[in-house]
């Protein structure tokens, strides 16, 4: 999880970890079925902690929840910093960007079942992978990489598409994840602005190790 390090006061130390144990149940059940109706003490009950504890750390469910999804989205956007390092390309990182999500819909299957059930409201939001995707489409726009005339509906694209994708991986399992996200890579680097022989070039690229 994207939490940050646990404080070193005794008595901080455990009421931070009470409050991951929290989000990490709240993740748990968005991943399994998306079903926030569970109650507090169901929730209180996953995370082994005292149905007291939950109002010491959040208002509401709705807020743990969203909590949740921003630690969730958040850790994504990590993933990608700590793999794509070194990158100057903005369309390689494009395309790296939906293949690695992918193959993330094997190797970390709660993340990337959080993302397809709550991602699109966090299209736009200022957190996770949407911010760094922001910045690598403007890094493109004004450098002349790509030809997008708004980068923020192009994020929209980005989006949207890298959504059907991971959503592509959990309906339709037989589907070979690594080309379709290939694929997928190509077109939107094409409506990006490259050209076609740029686009196919750049989507193939080695990929960082996943592991």
């Known amino acids: ?36 109706s569970a ?17 010491n750390h959040f208002d509401s469910k709705a807020e743990l929840f ?3 999804v921003v630690d969730a989205l958040e850790e994504f956007g990590q993933a ?3 793999r794509l390092t070194g990158i100057d390309d903005p369309a390689e990182l ?12 094997d190797s970390h299957p709660e993340l990337m079942q959080v993302l397809r059930r709550r991602g699109l409201g966090h299209i736009h939001s200022d957190n996770g ?17 790509f030809t997008a005339p708004d980068p923020v509906v192009a ?6 598409t890298l959504l059907s994708l991971v959503e592509l991986r959990f309906a339709r399992p037989e589907v070979n994840g690594d080309q379709a996200a290939v694929n997928l890579a ?6 990006l602005g490259l050209s076609t022989d740029d686009a196919h070039e750049v989507a193939r690229r080695p990929l960082p190790d996943l592991d």
């Open 1 to 36: 999880m994207s939490t940050s390090a646990l404080p070193g006061n005794r008595f901080e130390r455990r009421r931070a970890e009470t409050r991951n144990a929290l989000v990490r149940a709240a993740r748990q059940i968005l991943a399994e079925s998306g079903d926030t």
């Open 39 to 55: 109650s507090i003490q169901a929730i209180a009950e996953r995370a082994d902690v005292g149905f007291g504890s939950f109002y």
């Open 66 to 68: 969203e909590t949740a």
């Open 80 to 82: 990608f910093d700590e």
């Open 94 to 105: 494009v395309a790296a960007g939906f293949r690695l999500s992918a193959r993330m819909a």
């Open 129 to 145: 992978l949407a911010r760094r995707a922001l910045r690598d489409l403007q890094v493109g726009i004004a450098s002349g990489r």
């Open 155 to 160: 994020l929209s694209v980005l989006g949207g």
């Open 186 to 191: 190509e077109m939107v680097l094409r409506m």
